[in-house]
């Protein structure tokens, strides 16, 4: 049973398009993280978001990123104009209670950029 | 800054044997240090981790990590490989920086290949 589910489980857009990544918690939690992987290669973070803000995002998480909790369940990551290397796997995370607790993965979205 | 390193790219193992998957950091501080497995086309799965206590840390499937700190090290073993083993693995740390949002840190990864 994973923590987190994501949707779509894949996708496939245009280069320009915007595409809406989601993850519903399987309960409450307060940290949430989205994470990135280029075929194969390391994951990145891109964004962490606590208690409904942002606390913390890397130099990769520019302006075409955003991220929201909207109905204060699920969690959504936002590119707004993709771009071919926006191509990965992206995977989010929810925290422990105290931030410091393991980080428990959903199963990610594969995103293509064509 | 807080890194982990990942020396070997693959390790190949035959079914049977030991396995070992090394993993190395930096950390200014006490290191929070995890191990992540994923399967070809998955997501990262939680093996263990070592936050204090005992160096040797026992995880899911059989696995384990030994924490050394005067060698900065925490390599991931297995006393008898499977070929289900078989998967990319990603050692972890924490970054606890007082202004930082406890997010994971990634090696660059290490694929292991179990063979029959």
């Known amino acids: 049973e994973p923590e987190v589910t994501q949707t779509p489980s894949h996708q496939v857009t245009q280069m320009g398009q915007e595409v809406i990544l989601r993850c519903v918690p399987i309960?409450?939690?307060?940290?949430f993280y989205w994470y990135r992987q280029i075929l194969g290669q390391k994951v990145e973070f891109l964004v962490s978001?606590?208690?409904?803000?942002?606390?913390?995002k890397s130099e990769i998480f520019d302006d075409q990123f955003s991220v929201e909790r909207p109905d204060g369940s699920n969690f959504t990551l936002k590119i707004r104009s993709t771009k071919l290397e926006d191509s990965a796997m992206y995977f989010c995370?929810?925290?422990?209670?105290?931030?410091?607790?393991?980080?428990?993965f959903g199963p990610g979205t594969r995103l293509l950029v064509l | 800054a807080q890194s982990v390193a990942q020396p070997e790219d693959q390790v190949n193992v035959a079914e049977g044997n030991p396995l070992t998957v090394k993993c190395t950091y930096s950390?200014?501080?006490?290191?929070?240090l995890f191990w992540y497995v994923q399967y070809p086309n998955r997501g990262l799965q939680f093996l263990l981790k070592y936050i204090t206590g005992d160096n040797l840390v026992k995880g899911s499937y059989g696995f384990e990590a030994e924490f050394n700190k005067s060698q900065t090290s925490f390599h991931l073993k297995k006393p008898s490989a499977l070929v289900s083993d078989s998967a990319l693995y990603f050692c972890?740390?924490?970054?606890?920086?007082?202004?930082?949002?406890?997010?994971?840190?990634f090696g660059s990864g290490t694929r292991l290949l179990v063979r029959p």
């Open positions: 995370a929810r925290g422990g209670g105290s931030g410091l607790g393991t980080q428990y």
């Open positions: 978001f606590y208690n409904n803000e942002i606390s913390e």
């Open positions: 309960s409450n939690h307060l940290y």
């Open positions: 972890a740390v924490r970054d606890i920086r007082a202004d930082s949002s406890y997010k994971l840190i």
């Open positions: 950390v200014s501080g006490n290191p929070y």
